[in-house]
């Protein structure tokens, strides 16, 4: 007996059933030769290690941020919390919008960011977690 979940690659499947053996989260550690204060400068810049650029206002609960890469795509979020210069979240909006602006549905999703002195430095721990329902609206 074969099981089909081992054996057949991912976009072989039925596509509702690829949907849910995705991941719920995406998780990083990263450490920075820098202590948390100057490290938060490149954390938040987020044109320099993310996308292609980043246009926001203040970095503060509420304030929307939209990101964009070199092929035209873009997507918004709103942070949700901050303490500088320890932790940043920010939520995903449920669509992208193409090169041409046409929207592209997204799961919404939530992006923590915690900066931990070390010895080294920093340590940057990147969570990002799907929202209850993101799951089954995509899949819909």
């Not at 987020?46 to 970095?59: E, L, Q, T």
């Not at 709103?78 to 210069?85: I, L, R, S």
């Not at 909006?93 to 592209?104: K, M, Q, S, T, V």
Request: proline content about 6%; overall charge negative.
């Amino acid at each position: 007996m074969c099981n089909s979940m081992v054996a057949y690659p991912l976009r072989l499947r039925n596509r509702a059933v690829a949907l849910r053996m995705r991941a719920m989260h995406i998780e990083k550690h990263v450490v920075l030769a820098a202590a948390p204060d100057e490290a938060w400068a490149v954390v938040v810049d987020f044109a320099s290690w993310f996308c292609h650029a980043a246009d926001m206002g203040a970095i503060k609960p509420g304030a929307r941020i939209q990101f964009s890469w070199e092929d035209g795509t873009t997507r918004a979020a709103v942070f949700e919390d901050v303490d500088v210069p320890r932790f940043l979240a920010f939520r995903w909006l449920p669509f992208a919008r193409d090169e041409h602006g046409d929207p592209i549905p997204r799961p919404q999703a939530r992006v923590e960011i915690t900066l931990t002195a070390v010895d080294e430095g920093s340590e940057m721990h990147v969570v990002e977690r799907r929202l209850d329902g993101a799951l089954a609206g995509a899949i819909a």
